[in-house]
């Protein structure tokens, strides 16, 4: 079988639509060949391409000129979401006023006025900031569940925004739709956590009504020297709470932790882990 004729090099690895095809002189037999695929109406990609968000979003924009947003924005940005909540077969799209929410199958549709500071273009996409895409999950996640996906915008690894980004940004959106129940997450979010379960443990220890504890303060001896950064600490009473994810039941992992917590108790630090 004769292999299919080449795209125009302004066609090749990317998702384009049927309009870019006629306009680029292809041919609608060309558009049909069997190593191009459809992965939404008046769009053709390459046929090896995997199915994913990205390339579902990417296509759709190709199409609708729209901002991944929401959910789906909160996806690619890599956001703790409830398992209830991550759906990656449905892309949320905004447009700006003055278009039309885009209605297609597996899309939800939104119009609202997105800033040039609140878009951010990528390689292949552009979707919502991440200070955006926090607010927007205002209007669909628990409060717990919006201030754990605060922390991870202010984490100490690569944080994506900072309080004070927060702060500010929460005064341009008074009175708009999800304020309440942002500004109720923001009183409770913390920056310099490092991972989603440390914030839920935290939540947990303050409805249990204990004290705010500290988020790795650096735990020292008696001369000064350093221990350890524990996940959260009450360093009058020198408590220590750690969170143990999976990979601490691994051997190696499991002796250092019990090697960094006798170090701890020992009289030189006099702590409680």
Same mark, same amino acid.
């Given at each position: 079988?004769?292999?299919?004729?080449?795209?125009?090099?302004?066609?090749?690895?990317?998702?384009?639509?049927?309009?870019?095809?006629?306009?680029?002189?292809?041919?609608?037999?060309?558009? /049909?060949?069997?190593?191009?695929?459809?992965?939404?109406?008046?769009?053709?990609?390459?046929?090896?391409?995997?199915?994913?968000? $990205?390339?579902?979003?990417?296509?759709?924009?190709?199409?609708?000129?729209?901002?991944?947003?929401?959910?789906?924005?909160?996806?690619?940005?890599?956001?703790?979401?409830?398992?209830?909540?991550?759906?990656?077969?449905?892309?949320?799209? #905004?447009?700006?006023?003055?278009?039309?929410?885009?209605?297609?199958?597996?899309?939800?549709?939104?119009?609202?006025?997105?800033?040039?500071?609140?878009?951010?273009?990528?390689?292949?996409?552009?979707?919502?900031?991440?200070?955006?895409?926090?607010? =927007?999950?205002?209007?669909?996640?628990?409060? =717990?569940?919006?201030?754990?996906?605060?922390?991870?915008?202010?984490?100490?690894?690569?944080?994506?925004? #900072?309080? +004070?980004?927060?702060?500010?940004?929460?005064?341009?959106?008074?009175?708009?739709?999800?304020? /309440?129940?942002?500004?109720?997450?923001?009183? $409770?979010?913390?920056?310099?956590?490092?991972?989603?379960?440390? #914030?839920?443990?935290? $939540?947990?220890?303050?409805?249990?009504? $204990?004290?705010?504890?500290?988020?790795?303060?650096?735990?020292?001896?008696?001369?000064?020297?350093?221990?350890?950064?524990?996940?959260?600490?009450?360093?009058?009473?020198?408590?220590?709470? +750690?969170?143990?994810?999976?990979?601490?039941?691994?051997?190696?992992? /499991?002796?250092?932790?019990?090697?960094?917590?006798?170090?701890?108790? #020992?009289?030189?630090?006099?702590?409680?882990?």
């Amino acid at each position: 079988m004769r292999p299919p004729s080449t795209l125009p090099p302004q066609l090749l690895h990317r998702p384009f639509s049927t309009a870019e095809a006629r306009a680029a002189a292809v041919s609608r037999g060309r558009t /049909r060949a069997r190593d191009l695929v459809s992965p939404c109406h008046g769009v053709r990609a390459d046929s090896t391409e995997r199915d994913t968000l $990205l390339s579902r979003a990417r296509a759709l924009a190709t199409v609708t000129d729209a901002v991944v947003s929401h959910l789906s924005a909160a996806l690619l940005w890599g956001f703790p979401l409830p398992l209830a909540s991550a759906d990656t077969a449905v892309v949320h799209l #905004t447009s700006q006023p003055g278009r039309r929410a885009v209605r297609r199958r597996n899309v939800v549709g939104h119009q609202q006025l997105l800033t040039p500071d609140e878009i951010v273009t990528g390689a292949h996409i552009r979707c919502t900031s991440p200070l955006r895409t926090w607010f =927007d999950l205002a209007g669909s996640l628990s409060l =717990d569940d919006l201030v754990i996906a605060g922390d991870f915008l202010l984490r100490r690894r690569n944080p994506l925004s #900072t309080l +004070q980004a927060v702060d500010a940004y929460l005064q341009t959106r008074a009175g708009k739709a999800g304020y /309440r129940n942002a500004t109720r997450a923001r009183a $409770l979010m913390r920056q310099g956590t490092d991972s989603p379960k440390e #914030t839920e443990l935290r $939540l947990l220890l303050l409805s249990c009504g $204990l004290p705010e504890p500290g988020i790795n303060v650096p735990m020292l001896d008696e001369t000064g020297g350093w221990i350890q950064d524990p996940d959260m600490s009450y360093e009058r009473e020198k408590v220590a709470v +750690q969170y143990h994810g999976g990979h601490h039941a691994e051997p190696r992992q /499991r002796r250092s932790d019990i090697f960094r917590d006798e170090r701890a108790r #020992t009289p030189a630090g006099g702590w409680w882990c």
